[in-house]
Protein backbone atom coordinates (compact mmCIF):
# COMPACT_ATOMS: atom_id res chain seq x y z
CA UNK A 1 0.00 0.00 0.00
CA UNK A 2 2.96 2.56 0.97
CA UNK A 3 4.80 1.47 -2.12
CA UNK A 4 1.80 1.99 -4.24
CA UNK A 5 0.77 5.45 -2.80
CA UNK A 6 4.51 6.72 -3.51
CA UNK A 7 4.53 5.50 -6.92
CA UNK A 8 1.31 7.62 -7.58
CA UNK A 9 2.54 10.63 -5.95
CA UNK A 10 5.65 10.36 -7.61
CA UNK A 11 3.79 9.96 -10.84
CA UNK A 12 1.38 12.86 -9.89
CA UNK A 13 4.25 14.92 -9.63
CA UNK A 14 5.65 14.12 -12.99
CA UNK A 15 2.46 14.66 -14.68
CA UNK A 16 2.02 18.43 -12.84
CA UNK A 17 5.65 19.02 -13.83
CA UNK A 18 4.88 17.96 -18.15
CA UNK A 19 1.95 20.23 -17.74
CA UNK A 20 3.76 22.53 -16.26
CA UNK A 21 6.46 22.59 -18.90
CA UNK A 22 3.80 22.53 -21.62
CA UNK A 23 2.26 25.22 -20.46
CA UNK A 24 5.17 27.71 -19.93
CA UNK A 25 6.32 26.89 -23.44
CA UNK A 26 3.04 27.67 -24.67
CA UNK A 27 3.54 31.28 -23.11
CA UNK A 28 7.13 31.71 -24.37
CA UNK A 29 6.23 30.61 -28.19
CA UNK A 30 2.66 30.12 -30.38
CA UNK A 31 3.18 26.48 -32.00
CA UNK A 32 3.48 28.54 -35.54
CA UNK A 33 3.77 32.30 -36.16
CA UNK A 34 5.39 35.07 -34.90
CA UNK A 35 5.76 36.98 -30.99
CA UNK A 36 7.19 39.71 -30.53
CA UNK A 37 6.62 43.52 -27.92
CA UNK A 38 6.04 46.29 -29.82
CA UNK A 39 4.51 49.88 -28.14
CA UNK A 40 4.01 48.26 -24.56
CA UNK A 41 1.75 45.34 -26.34
CA UNK A 42 3.21 41.89 -26.11
CA UNK A 43 1.75 40.66 -30.00
CA UNK A 44 1.33 36.98 -30.92
CA UNK A 45 0.80 37.07 -34.43
CA UNK A 46 -0.13 33.15 -36.19
CA UNK A 47 -2.32 33.90 -39.36
CA UNK A 48 -1.31 34.03 -42.72
CA UNK A 49 -2.68 36.41 -45.35
CA UNK A 50 -5.86 35.18 -46.71
CA UNK A 51 -8.38 36.30 -49.54
CA UNK A 52 -11.57 38.09 -47.36
CA UNK A 53 -14.58 36.79 -49.67
CA UNK A 54 -16.17 40.02 -48.69
CA UNK A 55 -14.12 41.97 -50.36
CA UNK A 56 -13.61 41.33 -53.80
CA UNK A 57 -10.57 44.26 -54.54
CA UNK A 58 -8.58 42.71 -51.24
CA UNK A 59 -5.95 40.29 -52.47
CA UNK A 60 -8.28 38.90 -54.99
CA UNK A 61 -5.45 37.74 -57.63
CA UNK A 62 -4.48 35.27 -55.65
CA UNK A 63 -6.00 31.79 -54.07
CA UNK A 64 -5.39 31.12 -50.47
CA UNK A 65 -3.18 28.33 -51.24
CA UNK A 66 -0.69 31.32 -53.05
CA UNK A 67 -1.37 33.92 -50.11
CA UNK A 68 -0.55 30.60 -47.79
CA UNK A 69 3.21 30.04 -50.35
CA UNK A 70 3.89 34.24 -50.11
CA UNK A 71 3.05 34.09 -46.40
CA UNK A 72 6.06 31.14 -45.69
CA UNK A 73 8.34 30.81 -48.15
CA UNK A 74 12.18 29.46 -48.59
CA UNK A 75 14.21 29.63 -51.78
CA UNK A 76 17.03 27.46 -51.68
CA UNK A 77 18.18 29.04 -54.72
CA UNK A 78 18.36 32.28 -53.50
CA UNK A 79 19.10 31.35 -50.30
CA UNK A 80 16.35 33.89 -48.96
CA UNK A 81 13.35 33.27 -46.47
CA UNK A 82 10.08 35.27 -46.05
CA UNK A 83 7.38 35.36 -43.61
CA UNK A 84 4.35 36.93 -43.20
CA UNK A 85 2.02 37.02 -40.44
CA UNK A 86 -1.19 38.66 -38.97
CA UNK A 87 -3.46 39.04 -36.13
CA UNK A 88 -6.29 37.70 -38.28
CA UNK A 89 -6.40 36.04 -41.88
CA UNK A 90 -8.89 38.71 -43.66
CA UNK A 91 -9.00 41.38 -41.93
CA UNK A 92 -6.01 42.39 -39.91
CA UNK A 93 -4.73 44.91 -37.58
CA UNK A 94 -1.54 44.54 -37.70
CA UNK A 95 1.13 42.61 -39.42
CA UNK A 96 4.75 41.75 -39.84
CA UNK A 97 7.13 41.17 -42.22
CA UNK A 98 10.22 39.07 -41.82
CA UNK A 99 13.08 38.28 -44.18
CA UNK A 100 16.56 37.32 -44.33
CA UNK A 101 19.21 35.21 -45.81
CA UNK A 102 19.40 31.46 -45.09
CA UNK A 103 21.43 28.54 -46.19
CA UNK A 104 19.49 24.77 -44.79
CA UNK A 105 23.32 23.46 -45.15
CA UNK A 106 24.41 25.65 -42.20
CA UNK A 107 25.40 23.36 -39.95
CA UNK A 108 26.21 25.37 -36.93
CA UNK A 109 23.11 26.95 -35.32
CA UNK A 110 22.41 29.84 -33.59
CA UNK A 111 23.32 31.64 -37.06
CA UNK A 112 23.12 35.34 -37.85
CA UNK A 113 21.55 36.29 -41.53
CA UNK A 114 24.34 38.46 -43.32
CA UNK A 115 21.24 40.24 -44.37
CA UNK A 116 18.00 40.59 -42.50
CA UNK A 117 14.66 43.17 -43.62
CA UNK A 118 11.87 43.55 -41.41
CA UNK A 119 8.30 45.69 -41.69
CA UNK A 120 5.80 46.43 -39.57
CA UNK A 121 1.65 47.15 -41.06
CA UNK A 122 -0.67 49.48 -39.03
CA UNK A 123 -3.50 47.85 -41.52
CA UNK A 124 -5.81 50.97 -39.57
CA UNK A 125 -3.53 53.77 -41.18
CA UNK A 126 -3.97 52.10 -44.42
CA UNK A 127 -1.08 52.35 -47.38
CA UNK A 128 0.27 49.25 -49.67
CA UNK A 129 0.15 45.97 -47.88
CA UNK A 130 3.77 45.25 -46.77
CA UNK A 131 5.37 47.70 -49.45
CA UNK A 132 8.30 49.98 -48.96
CA UNK A 133 5.95 52.75 -51.00
CA UNK A 134 3.95 52.64 -47.49
CA UNK A 135 5.33 55.92 -45.85
CA UNK A 136 2.50 55.76 -42.96
CA UNK A 137 3.49 52.51 -41.44
CA UNK A 138 6.70 51.14 -39.42
CA UNK A 139 8.52 50.27 -42.57
CA UNK A 140 11.63 48.80 -41.04
CA UNK A 141 15.12 48.61 -41.88
CA UNK A 142 17.69 46.34 -43.08
CA UNK A 143 20.94 44.78 -41.20
CA UNK A 144 22.19 45.88 -44.33
CA UNK A 145 22.12 49.92 -43.86
CA UNK A 146 21.38 49.60 -40.01
CA UNK A 147 22.91 47.52 -37.24
CA UNK A 148 19.54 48.54 -35.39
CA UNK A 149 18.11 45.19 -36.51
CA UNK A 150 19.13 41.37 -35.24
CA UNK A 151 17.71 38.34 -36.38
CA UNK A 152 19.21 34.63 -35.20
CA UNK A 153 18.22 31.67 -36.28
CA UNK A 154 18.08 29.07 -33.69
CA UNK A 155 17.09 26.10 -35.99
CA UNK A 156 15.87 24.57 -38.91
CA UNK A 157 14.41 20.76 -38.79
CA UNK A 158 11.64 19.11 -41.75
CA UNK A 159 11.07 22.69 -43.08
CA UNK A 160 10.45 24.53 -39.92
CA UNK A 161 12.53 27.74 -39.02
CA UNK A 162 12.68 28.69 -35.85
CA UNK A 163 14.49 31.91 -34.14
CA UNK A 164 14.64 35.18 -33.00
CA UNK A 165 14.96 38.49 -33.39
CA UNK A 166 14.80 42.44 -31.98
CA UNK A 167 15.69 45.67 -33.71
CA UNK A 168 14.77 49.49 -33.84
CA UNK A 169 12.07 50.56 -36.49
CA UNK A 170 11.51 53.79 -38.32
CA UNK A 171 8.39 55.34 -39.71
CA UNK A 172 8.90 57.74 -42.40
CA UNK A 173 6.36 59.75 -40.59
CA UNK A 174 9.04 60.55 -38.12
CA UNK A 175 8.86 58.37 -34.91
CA UNK A 176 11.05 55.56 -34.28
CA UNK A 177 9.52 52.36 -31.89
CA UNK A 178 11.73 49.53 -30.62
CA UNK A 179 10.73 45.91 -31.43
CA UNK A 180 11.88 43.46 -28.49
CA UNK A 181 12.03 39.97 -27.46
CA UNK A 182 10.90 38.50 -31.34
CA UNK A 183 10.42 35.18 -31.49
CA UNK A 184 8.99 33.09 -34.78
CA UNK A 185 8.80 29.41 -35.16
CA UNK A 186 7.20 28.62 -39.03
CA UNK A 187 7.07 25.94 -41.52
CA UNK A 188 8.09 27.02 -44.74
CA UNK A 189 7.44 26.11 -48.57
CA UNK A 190 10.32 25.85 -50.95
CA UNK A 191 9.80 28.09 -53.89
CA UNK A 192 11.80 28.15 -56.91
Known amino acids: MYRFFLSRKLWLCCLCFCAGLVFFSSKLMPPSGVQFGFKNQNMILIHPMRRDPHSPD ?3 TRTNAQLDTLSNWYSPAR ?3 EIIRQDHPV ?8 GFEFDEETADYPYTP ?6 IKDFAWGGV ?3 PADSCNYT ?3 NEVSNDLTVQIEGYEKDTIYGRFSGLLLSAA ?3 APLDSGRFRVLVHRVE
Open 58 to 60: RRA
Open 174 to 176: GPM
Open 140 to 142: GVS
Open 114 to 119: TFAKLQ
Open 129 to 131: EFS
Open 79 to 81: KYV
Open 91 to 98: RPRFGIAL
